[in-house]
């Protein structure tokens, strides 16, 4: 066998690894999104400051189990969920607007079913309660000047998270009672004043009570954040402006 013989069966053999690697490597990807972890960007401010826009992080499947939902297009008929785990008060959730079922939306939930939560000259209460507010300074974004009053909020099982209210006694600041039904939940963005919610319960407009079918799962991490007004417009051709992009704080940090 010639030497130029040999030399081309090694670049066959080669190639040919190589793509079994690619290969190998998409089905396990493929395999993590659908079963594990999938990723989300953040189109909008609804949950500053936990959430800012060009933050993309991993949405745990695990979190809550599996519906049809959490699969893409629905394709698998699942009634129900299968291995499921309700959320906890003060997880970060992303959910299939029960609108139409289609739309990716991410908020925290507030309420658990058979909860009453109300809202009145911007503080929460649940069953009844008030859920402490403390002021903590003000909140700026790094692309923006102008500063948001910042508060902490404690829920009744512990979690501590920051909410922003820009405007006092606001479009949604007394509101409610809403009474969350069985197997439902209801959701809040952090940046009060400018999140579509469980509070506005409009058929054609709002988000309602969202069933727990209809639940994706629980964000964990950001891996990568861009500060562009637009997540999807990161300048990826123009590597010279991605240490002024990319918010290097933010990566691996955990959503709380």
């Given at each position: 066998m010639s030497s130029e013989t040999e030399a081309g069966k090694v670049r066959?053999?080669?190639?040919r690894e190589t793509i079994k690697i690619?290969?190998?490597?998409?089905?396990?990807?493929?395999?993590v999104r659908i079963f594990f972890y999938q990723p989300f960007n953040i189109p909008s401010g609804s949950m500053k400051q936990t959430l800012l826009v060009g933050d993309y992080l991993f949405v745990s499947k695990l979190a809550?189990?599996?519906?049809r939902?959490?699969?893409?297009?629905g394709i698998v008929p699942i009634n129900g969920r299968i291995f499921g785990t309700e959320p906890k008060r003060g997880d970060v959730a992303v959910f299939k607007l029960p609108r139409d079922n289609s739309t990716d939306f991410i908020k925290r939930v507030i309420g658990l079913p058979g909860?009453?939560?109300?809202?009145?000259?911007?503080?929460?209460?649940?069953?009844?309660?008030?859920?402490?507010?403390?002021?903590?300074?003000?909140?700026i974004a790094p692309e923006e000047d102008r500063p948001i009053p910042r508060y902490e909020e404690t829920l009744p099982n512990g979690v501590k998270y920051f909410v922003l209210d820009a405007t006092p006694n606001g479009q949604f600041d007394n509101v409610g009672p809403y009474k969350v039904p069985a197997g439902h939940y209801f959701m809040?963005?952090?940046?009060?004043?400018?999140s579509t919610d469980s509070r506005e319960q409009s058929p054609r407009f709002g988000v309602g009570y969202v069933p727990f079918e209809n639940l994706v799962g629980r964000a964990e991490i950001i891996?990568?954040?861009a500060a562009v007004d637009d997540p999807n417009a990161f300048r990826l051709t123009q590597p010279w402006h991605w240490p002024m992009d990319i918010r290097w704080s933010r990566i691996f940090s955990l959503v709380r």
């Open positions: 066959e053999s080669g190639w690619v290969v190998h490597a998409l089905i396990l990807a493929m395999i809550y189990g599996y519906s939902y959490s699969f893409p297009w909860d009453e939560i109300s809202v009145r000259s911007g503080v929460l209460y649940i069953n009844g309660q008030a859920v402490p507010k403390v002021r903590k300074g003000d909140f809040m963005g952090d940046n009060r004043d400018n891996f990568f954040s």
